[in-house]
């Protein structure tokens, strides 16, 4: 099993800037991709950002020269910079990990995880 914790949701207002961070824990051998995804009230779950284990990045056309994704396959942890914040990124931001390979009493598993949320507003 693996556990995301994420952290560094909060309040701000448009144009300010938060850090995510979302930390894994759990007898993790590796994990494929990790990522962030926004759900808002009403609306279905997307994609904000994914990044490879290699570094290779995907975005939201929304998000495109406002947020950055980065992780640290070391700690495997994954973080979301978000700068010029509006409105509209208002959500409930999930972290993501996709193609975890974990070890557990001689076997190996290989799962998708998602994290609890966390929220992030943004006044006008």
């Known amino acids: 099993q693996v556990r995301l914790v994420e952290s560094g949701g909060g309040l701000v207002q448009a144009g300010g800037s938060l850090r995510l961070s979302c930390a894994a824990s759990?007898?993790?051998?590796?994990?494929?991709?990790m990522g962030w995804y926004r759900q808002a009230p009403g609306k279905q779950r997307d994609m904000v950002a994914t990044?490879?284990?290699?570094?290779?990045?995907n975005y939201a056309d929304s998000v495109k020269g406002r947020f950055t994704i980065s992780r640290d396959n070391a700690k495997n942890t994954v973080y979301l910079q978000m700068n010029s914040l509006k409105p509209e990124d208002t959500a409930v931001y999930y972290c993501?990990?996709?193609?975890?390979?974990?070890?557990?009493?001689?076997?190996?598993?290989?799962?998708?995880?998602w994290g609890q949320g966390t929220q992030v507003t943004v006044s006008s």
């Open positions: 759990g007898s993790i051998v590796s994990i494929n991709n």
């Open positions: 990044i490879t284990s290699g570094g290779g990045t």
């Open positions: 993501s990990a996709e193609g975890a390979l974990t070890y557990d009493r001689g076997t190996y598993f290989h799962n998708d995880y």
